[in-house]
């Protein structure tokens, strides 16, 4: 059964493995760097993980090879602008206009997807880009690529989402990893900023 994979393993991106879960996926898998998302991906949403500094060649073929080369039938960044990149030649053109003020969004999450999702696939991007991107549109067109992105309908998923959660059929709450008291928000801004303490999300209270 060909996997969701889902880009990116922070507060959004593990709502989306939550989601593919209740969409009826029969295999969904994690794909980050840092170990303590990919922890909580595998222990709190039962998905596979994929290391993208670990592995052998780019995240693109490495899911094509675990689909037997078909490629993933749905693809979700939940990264966006905030991707970030092997030390390859890309990587070092962005990083060298970012210094000179000149730099596009970095879409490599989104440039994995369309070359791993098979043809006739669906990506989902609830990633935020606000800038131009360089994609590799040529193959998302000759794969006749569906894509699905933009804000949250809240009118729309809001009522029936709370239903779910009052019912017990999904628990969010183990995506917080930290409460303070609202005086520390500068603090907890700069420890979630930073990765530090395992942290992925904060609540803040009054």
Same mark, same amino acid.
């Given at each position: 059964? $060909? ?169 969010? $709450? ?9 005086d520390d928000a500068p603090e907890m801004y700069e420890t979630f900023r930073d990765k530090k303490d395992d942290c992925i999300k904060v609540v803040l209270k009054p």
């Amino acid at each position: 059964m $060909s996997p969701r994979p889902v880009w990116g393993c922070g507060p959004v991106g593990q709502f989306a493995i939550q989601s593919a879960w209740m969409m009826g996926a029969g295999r969904v898998i994690a794909i980050d760097r840092e170990p303590e998302r990919l922890r909580m991906a595998k222990e709190n949403s039962k998905a596979e993980v994929v290391n993208f500094e670990e592995i052998d060649g780019p995240v693109h073929k490495h899911l094509i090879d675990m689909t037997d080369g078909r490629g993933p039938d749905r693809c979700i960044d939940a990264v966006g602008a905030e991707a970030h990149a092997a030390n390859d030649a890309k990587a070092l053109v962005d990083q060298a206009a970012q210094a000179v003020h000149l730099q596009s969004d970095r879409g490599y999450a989104l440039q994995q997807a369309i070359m791993a999702c098979r043809k006739g696939g669906t990506i989902s991007v609830p990633g935020v880009y606000a800038k131009t991107l360089t994609l590799p549109f040529g193959a998302a067109m000759n794969k006749g690529i569906t894509f699905k992105m933009g804000q949250t309908h809240v009118q729309r998923y809001l009522e029936p989402l709370m239903k779910k959660i009052q019912d017990g059929d999904i628990d969010p $709450s183990f995506i917080i990893t930290h409460t303070a008291p609202l005086d520390d928000a500068p603090e907890m801004y700069e420890t979630f900023r930073d990765k530090k303490d395992d942290c992925i999300k904060v609540v803040l209270k009054p």
